[in-house]
């Protein structure tokens, strides 16, 4: 009787890569899934540059220009230093689109009363390359706003308060 002596390795080798295969696209679909998960996480991104997200979702109508809100605000510098807060001023404050910073104004036309927001404003529509003492020039800022309420049609009254606050004569 004889043995062979030679070595025949087991021919799985299709049946390897198809293993192998298989787990890359599971690792690939995964990674998809977290992605698009995520997506409420990263906010979205609008053409002017602005990363909005919605924490909590407000109610009724969407806030436009010609609106004034009482709001909770907190704005901080990329590395997490907070600049101001309503907290800093007695609480929340009363504001129009077309009274602040143009990123924050296009911020708050995607918002609704009741709801809280983050979003990032890009040094073009924060302080660019003029920032206020102890913002560095071109900058991103990043808020964290609660809108407590809305007053539909204030921001001409806001204006008007905001000028009274300061001194200045009212403007018609």
Request: neutral net charge.
């Amino acid at each position: 009787m004889s043995v062979s002596t030679l070595y025949h390795p087991p021919h799985h080798k299709p049946a390897l890569v198809k293993f192998w295969l298989a787990i890359i696209v599971l690792l690939a679909v995964g990674v998809g899934l977290a992605w698009l998960g995520a997506g409420a996480l990263r906010g979205e991104k609008t053409a002017s540059g602005l990363v909005f997200r919605t924490i909590q979702a407000g109610t009724g109508p969407v806030i436009t220009t010609a609106d004034a809100v009482l709001a909770d605000y907190e704005l901080r510098l990329p590395d997490g230093k907070l600049l101001d807060s309503s907290a800093q001023h007695g609480g929340p404050q009363v504001m129009a689109a077309t009274q602040t910073i143009p990123g924050f104004g296009e911020a708050l036309t995607k918002m609704q009363k009741g709801g809280t927001y983050h979003f990032v404003v890009p040094p073009k529509l924060g302080y660019g390359e003029t920032p206020p003492p102890g913002v560095p020039p071109k900058t991103n800022l990043e808020f964290d706003v609660h809108i407590v309420d809305v007053a539909p049609g204030g921001a001409a009254m806001a204006a008007q308060a905001q000028s009274q606050q300061r001194g200045q004569p009212e403007q018609q």
